[in-house]
């Protein structure tokens, strides 16, 4: 009783870094706050580590902690976009994140949250943060009321790890395995930067995120080619504590496209979470009519909506006289 007393009484503590340098606390927070929201999987995290490296100037954090336990982190993408969670018996650090980004960040902040963290939507809210108007369909809000105009978001999908359709047959010469040398490292980074037009995952970067927790190769995925290339790829991770897996990223090669590839290899990815022990699996896809194939593809798999984000836009600081 002592021991709980004191605790009680013990300072909430705030520590800002630059990068997400305390992962394994915002994992701790991450792995106990999931199962109520359904958003900010372990695996995402350490996804958003890798994107990360080298640019630890752009990537301030801070974490709330009270004793050993983690209760709120903010996560900033500078000049203007925020990352957060706090669990939701502290709604009241969520101020507290804002304020800290609001600060840091020094200008009108974007933050995206999910309907299923209403502690966040509240407070933000309140301090003025809107639903910004876009060209696309307004709909209305879930509970009713006034309509919102909505932007690009993303669909939060699930399914059980029960009755997983089989692993399709892959046309001749191709085969579903894990990475097995430094070639299909860097085969897959290759893939992924022609997949998404994007620069970011190198071949080190990709090597580096190999070795960071929950990082496992067997649900990490690869396509090969007949002629040994990697064609697609379904990187998996796994969140043993509460028995749940999710897809980040998930692509095909431009060259392989429109064979079924990367179906398959998701599909095989699911058998894996299953074989681990898992009970449900959980992937993020846009929900808006402007990029629709990708939760077309997870839809076909059996995975259905269970919530979705929307995007706040804080009020402009007004420039000083």
Known sequence: MITSRLDTMAPMRRHEYFGPVALPAMHSLATRTFPMTGYRHVGDLTWNWCLSLDRADECPTAVWSH??????WGWLELPDNLMLQVDPSRPELADEVLAWAERTAGGTLSVEVAETEPHLVSVLERRGYTLPRSRSRSRTRPSGGTPVVDGPFMACLGRPLTGLPAIPRLPDGYT????QSHADVAGRAAAHRAAFGSTRVTTERHARMREIWPYRAEFDLVVVSPEGAVAAYCQGWYDEANG???FEPVG??????RLGLARAVCIAVLHAFADAGGHRAVVCSRGDADYPVPK????SMGFAEYTRTRTYVGRPRRQAL
Do not use: K, V
């Open 67 to 72: 004793g050993d336990e983690t209760l709120a």
């Open 296 to 299: 077309r593809l997870y839809e």
């Open 252 to 257: 095909a090669h431009p060259d392989h496209r």
């Open 244 to 246: 749940i897996g999710t």
């Open 176 to 179: 579903i395995r894990a990475q």
